[in-house]
Structures are given as structure tokens and as C-alpha cells.
T-cell receptor, first 113, second 113 residues
């Protein structure tokens, strides 16, 4: 049981490039989330999904896109990378009931130059 | 808009001391409150989850309290150890059906041997 896995661990992008951050979970969780964490700041929700085929925006969705074709995978797409997207990105999952916590992946550190 | 504040931003204590980390939130209409631990370069690990109807939760040397009416929570760590050194994040979840966690910026704890 690997929990929540994320790839890559670290990536440098040039301004204007695109990339996909991968996230997978093996806990059969319905709910999945993408957060970003800027230095010295709390985590902010980018997008979330309540099940395959269903996604919705969080607090800071601009510049990102997501898809959820399977229960296990929830990739985050960055189009036209900008320096403001330099951050650490965390994926999380949960069963979805209000009483349950979210389980976090190890994060992807992204640097846009 | 919910805001979560954690005080202090950093704390250094000698090994063996008991300590308290503070968390305050502006909107008392929360569903639950969680304390997470974050180690450098790692994801978040859930420590304690307190439902809005509860006053406290305990796990080993950790005790978290919740006073929803005053918008405050504390995390008490007994007999601190060097292995407790990490950043501790407080997060609140909005009302039932809300998917978003609002995080504080964290308290960085250093336990000196």
C-alpha cells in the first residue's frame, strides 16, 4: 500500500513551457485534491475531484487544469508556466466523508525560470 | 473568508519541556479542525482530527483542544523530544459538504537535545 504518490519530485521549467504533475493513490479514495505551498505560507487548494469524471475549482485555479479519468489518478496540468507558479505542489486524497482526514503525497517542487 | 493564524511562527525548546502551539480561526462555523506535521521536503502527516462537536483529542504525548466559540485550538506536546522537530500546521474544514481545508502558515518547532 503506497498511499499517495507524486512524480516528479523536482522539476525546473522555463517560462511558457507546459508540464503535467502526476498523482496516484491506491487507497480507493473517491476524493482527491491538489494544493500549492509557497515558502512560509499555508497550503492553498487549486482543484479537487469527488470522483472519476468530476472536478471543481478551489481557491487558486488560474493557470492550471485537471482531469480525473480513473479513481486512482489525478494529474495536474500547467499550461504556459509562469514564475508565479514556482511552488511546492501537494496531492492529497480522502474517502470523502466529513469525518476523515486527507492523506498527502510527498510533494513536487517546481521552479519556473 | 476563513483565515487561520498560528502563533508563534517558530519555537525552540530544550528536550523534555512541555509546550503549547496555538491556532486561531476567524469563522467559527467549522466542521472540524486538524493538526498536521510536516518534515522538511516531505508531505503532511495528520496528527489529530477534532470534530466540531468535540472539545479535545489525544494521541500519545499529543493533546489537541478546540474552543469553537472563541475560534481557538491548541496543540499540547508533552515531554518534547528532538524527533518532534518539524513544522506543525493547523487546518480547518468549513461546514458539511465543504471540501476545502484552510491552512495556517505553521509553527516551526525545534527541540534542542
Amino acid at each position: 500500500n503506497a498511499g499517495v504518490t507524486q512524480t516528479p519530485k523536482f522539476r525546473i521549467l522555463k517560462i511558457g513551457q507546459s508540464m503535467t504533475l502526476q498523482c496516484a493513490q491506491d487507497m480507493n479514495h473517491n476524493y482527491m485534491y491538489w494544493y500549492r505551498q509557497d515558502p512560509g505560507m499555508g497550503l492553498k487548494l487549486i482543484y479537487y475531484s469527488v470522483g472519476a469524471g468530476i472536478t471543481d475549482k478551489g481557491e487558486v485555479p488560474n493557470g492550471y487544469n485537471v482531469s480525473r479519468s480513473t479513481t486512482e489518478d489525478f494529474p495536474l496540468r500547467l499550461e504556459l508556466a509562469a514564475p508565479s507558479q514556482t511552488s511546492v505542489y501537494f496531492c492529497a486524497s480522502s474517502h470523502g466523508t466529513d469525518k476523515e482526514t486527507q492523506y498527502f503525497g510527498p510533494g513536487t517542487r517546481l521552479l519556473v525560470l | 473568508k476563513q483565515e487561520v493564524t498560528q502563533i508563534p511562527a517558530a519555537l525552540s525548546v530544550p528536550e523534555g519541556e512541555n509546550l503549547v502551539l496555538n491556532c486561531s480561526f476567524t469563522d467559527s462555523a467549522i466542521y472540524n479542525l486538524q493538526w498536521f506535521r510536516q518534515d522538511p521536503g516531505k508531505g503532511l502527516t495528520s496528527l489529530l482530527l477534532i470534530q466540531s462537536s468535540q472539545r479535545e483529542q489525544t494521541s500519545g504525548r499529543l493533546n489537541a483542544s478546540l474552543d469553537k466559540s472563541s475560534g481557538r485550538s491548541t496543540l499540547y506536546i508533552a515531554a518534547s523530544q528532538p524527533g518532534d522537530s518539524a513544522t506543525y500546521l493547523c487546518a480547518v474544514k468549513g461546514g458539511a459538504g465543504s471540501y476545502q481545508l484552510t491552512f495556517g502558515k505553521g509553527t516551526k518547532l525545534s527541540v534542542i537535545p
